[in-house]
């Protein structure tokens, strides 16, 4: 259609005042300058997957046993040729053992055995971290997160011999075979099974010393395989679930790697993805996905992970001495200090119910926890620690303020949340007392030495302490322990909480743990639990880390 003059000029106006409008928005964008360099880096760091080839073990049974992991066990019951050789009609049901977690792609081959096969055969796989999730039910799923998160696949074979690859990538250890549907005139047989495992790491760190204790040993060695399954083309948190970088994990496995496997690399991506992936605001986004395109999600603005990458990352400079990285990262980490100020009050104190309206305030999976004292110890240590940062990297003058905020933060917390006369730590209304608040406090610098081990050794015999939910918030309590100088009870901390996961059989380390309820789940379905966690590998941290504590 053409058009006549005014309207001409009437869509020319409407353009320039589009672009004006549009660029206005894009002036809004406080990385403008930097975000496409910085995802063209976090594209360029981006590892190549090592891919390996694995097969089958062992053919298992899983059992009921009132003393094993959430119930059951899994029997060995012989060799795969059992498998190999039999028509699937007749070992329906049957589990196969790869013997270690696994992440990448499973493939089989079914042929016929017998008769013309003149009909579809539907299998049913499922695959499993723990024997577990291939016994319990999924159905009717009660779960709160999406029921696909399971692991079972339904395949139709249309005709046969055939190789099939089922196209999700799975996180599991065992897997089992069900038919679904088959033709009575002819019978099948699954001829070989084979499993494309994939990681990034590609080294092996040193061992440790000798004379460490075996259940050290054994705890370092399943901390190692945690990691190495969640580290892909990010750190993932979890490889079967939620399979993406968040900021909270990323701190905790980039600690353990520096450790150990040290692909740094692998760290910079993901600093680096997550400033190119952060809000027009500058505010970083908690979690973020790779493909088809990288995003992040749409929301996802977690306060606590916000202030952690600050801390990740100045711990990642001290320990690389890559400063080119801290530097290209800079006006990020100084810009989430923009929140410890919106919310700290004139009286020193964190306004943590206004930042639990508005943002989620996470700390742990524990219901019921009162957050004030973990949040106020948390902006106190990552004040300090962006500081240090600040120091590292000559940029002190730009947070000139922090040194001041963080002396009334500290000050107002030991007036007002140590109780004097129990020497703990107290939190919110209710004076609730928590491990998380007692570690957050210490990790804060606001108990002096004395009073630190003084708290801590107080904790264990009060009857109505929380207690941490999930390994994440164990971690902070384990660091509590060894910044306080408590390095027996630290070594004691981590041999019962994660020892405890390896005499119920943990091959890799768990989401959530707690030894008095195995099928607690933050989801309300303890099967959809992720039993391979980013955040549950730091023992390999503080092993590594403090050998005079752990390797002795
Ligand atoms: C869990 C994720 C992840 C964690 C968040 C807060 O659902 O698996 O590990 O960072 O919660």
């Not at 063209?40 to 094993?68: D, F, G, H, M, W």
């Amino acid at each position: 259609m053409a058009l006549n003059k005014p309207n001409a000029i009437f869509a020319i106006l409407l353009v320039a005042s589009a672009t004006l409008f549009t660029n206005s928005l894009r002036a809004q964008d406080l990385y403008q300058a930097f975000r496409q360099g910085w995802l063209r880096k976090a594209e360029a760091y981006k590892p190549r997957l090592i891919e390996t080839i694995k097969q089958p073990v062992n053919l298992v049974k899983l059992e009921k046993e009132p003393s094993a992991f959430q119930g059951w066990k899994a029997v060995s019951s012989g060799g795969t040729d059992k498998l190999y050789n039999a028509s699937l009609k007749t070992e329906s049901g049957i589990v196969a053992d790869f013997g270690e977690h696994l992440t990448g792609y499973f493939t089989f081959t079914i042929k016929a055995l017998n008769g013309t096969p003149d009909a579809p055969v539907r299998l049913k796989f499922t695959f499993g971290e723990v024997p577990a999730e291939l016994s319990v039910p999924f159905d009717p799923y009660t779960g709160t997160l999406s029921r696909a998160w399971l692991q079972d696949e339904t395949v139709t074979v249309t005709e046969m011999p055939a190789t099939i690859t089922i196209p999700r990538r799975l996180a599991f250890r065992y897997v089992k075979i069900e038919q679904l549907g088959a033709s009575s005139s002819f019978d099948f047989h699954i001829s070989n099974m084979q499993f494309k495992a994939t990681t990034s790491v590609a080294t092996t760190p040193p061992a440790l010393a000798a004379g460490t204790p075996q259940l050290i040993a054994d705890i370092d060695r399943v901390g190692l395989a945690t990691l190495k399954e969640c580290m892909q083309t990010v750190y993932e948190d979890g490889p079967k679930r939620d399979r993406r970088l968040w900021i909270g994990d990323l701190y905790l496995e980039s600690l353990a790697n520096l450790y150990s496997f040290k692909n740094n690399d692998l760290t910079k991506r993901c600093f680096y993805l997550l400033a190119g992936l952060s809000g027009d605001d500058g505010i970083l986004i908690a979690n973020v996905f790779e493909t088809p395109e990288p995003h992040a999600q749409v929301g996802g603005r977690l306060l606590d992970y916000c202030f952690l990458y600050n801390v990740a990352l100045k711990e990642y400079v001290t320990a690389t001495g890559d400063k080119q990285t801290g530097l290209d990262l800079w006006p990020v980490a100084k810009k989430q200090l923009d929140i410890a100020r919106k919310y700290a009050g004139e009286d020193g104190m964190m306004d943590y119910l206004k930042a639990g309206k508005e943002w989620w305030v996470f700390f742990d999976w524990k219901d019921g926890l009162d957050k004030q004292a973990s949040l106020q110890g948390l902006t106190i240590y990552t004040l300090n620690q962006t500081y240090a940062l600040a120091k590292l990297l000559g940029k002190e003058s730009e947070v000139a303020d922090v040194p001041a905020l963080t002396k009334k933060l500290k000050e107002a917390a030991h007036k007002k949340l140590l109780d004097k006369t129990t020497g703990l730590f107290v939190s919110g209304a209710d004076k609730q007392i928590s491990y998380g608040s007692q570690a957050w406090m210490i990790l804060g610098g606001v108990a002096s030495k004395a009073e630190a081990q003084k708290a801590l050794n107080a904790l264990p015999v009060i009857k109505n302490a929380v207690h941490p939910g999930a390994p994440y918030m164990f971690h902070y309590y384990v660091a509590a322990l060894i910044e306080s100088g408590l390095k027996n009870e630290a070594k004691e901390a981590v041999e019962n909480y994660w020892g405890g996961m390896i005499k119920k059989g943990a091959d890799t380390f768990w989401e959530v743990y707690d030894p008095n309820d195995e099928l607690k789940s933050p989801y309300n379905f303890y099967p959809v639990n992720s039993y391979c966690h980013a955040w549950s590998c730091t023992p390999v941290y503080f092993i590594r880390k403090y050998p005079e504590i752990f390797q002795r």
